[in-house]
């Protein structure tokens, strides 16, 4: 019988020590989701025959800001370019400002390039990126952000 009585207070022991455990995994499983980062991938269309492709990574910064990375394919060599991005989705030009530029690149010889920046917006102030040279004032490609 005393058996039988440990086995009763070793299964509320139990229970007690279950409890708080579980509560704990929860907390903890709620805090790394909230921190994880946000992403998404966009696709730069051309916006004339000139064969520009690619694509753009935006993730959430837990500090704040949004990280992006360019890959883009098919620029001419020797060339500047200008990436800004815009609240619309439409990649309507705005004059580069401190307040909507992305980075100022040239591509490599193969007419690739890779840029890596960090911006001072949050994901939702993005609605598209825009590539362009830095001589016209015409946008060669566009990437709108799904949202």
């Known amino acids: ?3 039988s009585l440990q086995t009763k207070e070793e299964f509320a022991m139990r229970r007690l020590v279950a409890i708080p455990s579980a509560a704990l995994f929860l907390g903890i499983a709620t805090m790394v989701l909230a ?3 946000r992403h998404v991938t966009a696709d730069f269309t051309p916006l004339a025959s000139n064969g520009i492709s690619g694509n753009v990574v ?3 910064s837990p ?3 949004t990280n992006l990375r360019l890959q883009l394919k098919g620029l001419q060599p020797g060339t500047d370019y200008v990436s800004q991005h815009f609240t619309s ?3 309507q ?3 580069p400002s401190d307040q909507n530029l992305v980075a100022t690149f040239r591509p490599n010889p193969s007419g690739m390039a890779i ?3 960090k911006l001072g917006v949050d ?3 993005i609605g598209s990126i825009s590539v362009r040279p830095v001589s016209d004032q015409t946008v060669s490609a566009c990437a709108t952000i799904p949202q």
Do not use: D
């Open 1 to 3: 019988m005393e058996h």
């Open 93 to 95: 030009f705005e004059a």
């Open 123 to 125: 994901l939702t102030q």
């Open 63 to 65: 500090q704040g800001g």
């Open 89 to 91: 989705q439409s990649c």
């Open 58 to 60: 935006i993730t959430e």
């Open 35 to 37: 921190a994880s980062n």
């Open 115 to 117: 840029v890596t920046t």
